[in-house]
């Protein structure tokens, strides 16, 4: 099979997936190919491609509608019973100040590590994970699960069940040791 074809056969496939599914298989190719698929870390989106050349004169012209997503959206309330200032300990606020995140995956796996590390929740879900982002008014993606299932893809988390989602080894060391994002010095 030429690039070219795989290229055509990559497009036809990803074209029919939602947003949401189309994030879900590239994260998979990335993980599966390495360096053939780049994310950009600043955004957590793909890379930009290159352009590509435009399609000769003479080249069948694709008129296909974009299939709508009737997939419905999980709604997520708020723990009401979920006490992120809790006495004699770091709050939220404070332990996400010290760490300061700067990307949504990081958010959620310094959310993970407070809800497990320092509150001591046994079982970490979902809407905890939602509570934590409205208490530090950090915006929730718009789907929640998919973005903590990102952070399992690069590692930090694992989302196999989205009702006990636990802290990897790798997690851990992301908050432990690398936040806050140490400053670059640049060389005399």
Known sequence: MSEVKAIEAIDNALSALDPDEC???LAWAQLKYGAAARINPA?????????TAPAPANAPINRAKVKSSKKAKTIISMDKSLNLSPPDTVSAVQFATEKSPTTVLQKCVVAVYYLRDTIKMEKVTAQAVF???KHLSWPVPADLKNTLQQAGSVGW????DSENIKLTSLGENLVEYDLPAKAKTKAK
Not at 43 to 51: F, G, R
């Open 23 to 25: 994030a879900r298989v």
């Open 43 to 51: 955004t957590d989106q793909p890379a930009p491609t290159p352009p």
């Open 131 to 133: 509570t934590f982002f």
């Open 157 to 160: 988390l694992d989302t196999s």
